[in-house]
């Protein structure tokens, strides 16, 4: 099992925290194709991808592995679940620009760009 199926395992029977059905409710797995794929971070790459209908990620920037899981709350809205206590329930969001350059923050910050 990879880590980040491990991961999707251990949040998956959890519910998802802060989910809203205010403004669109939670995204289907097919407008989820829109964030997975290769980022730009903080001197490395994170990848997204769908497993089991939900958008995991990891990264090994500057030798940190990080898997984790996101959750929806809106149409770009997430929640981060992973095992890591600084980023674990971070709210991340996912913005488009006019040019389809997609960005994602992390508690409000950009943290990654879509490759």
């Not at 991961?7 to 403004?23: I, L």
């Not at 980022?39 to 990891?58: M, N, P």
């Not at 960005?103 to 760009?113: I, Q, R, S, Y």
């Amino acid at each position: 099992m990879s880590a980040s199926e491990e991961t999707v395992s251990r949040f998956e029977h959890q519910e998802p925290a802060g989910v809203s059905e205010e403004k669109g409710g939670p995204p289907g797995t097919s407008s989820l194709e829109r964030y997975t794929g290769d980022y730009s971070a903080h001197e490395g790459v994170l990848r997204i991808e769908i497993e089991h209908g939900r958008l995991v990620g990891e990264t090994t920037a500057k030798g940190l592995a990080l898997t984790f899981v996101l959750e929806p709350v809106r149409d770009n809205e997430f929640v981060m679940r992973t095992d890591d206590d600084q980023l674990d329930r971070a709210a991340v969001t996912f913005r488009t620009s006019d040019e389809r350059r997609v960005t994602m923050l992390v508690a409000g910050h950009a943290f990654a760009f879509k490759q």
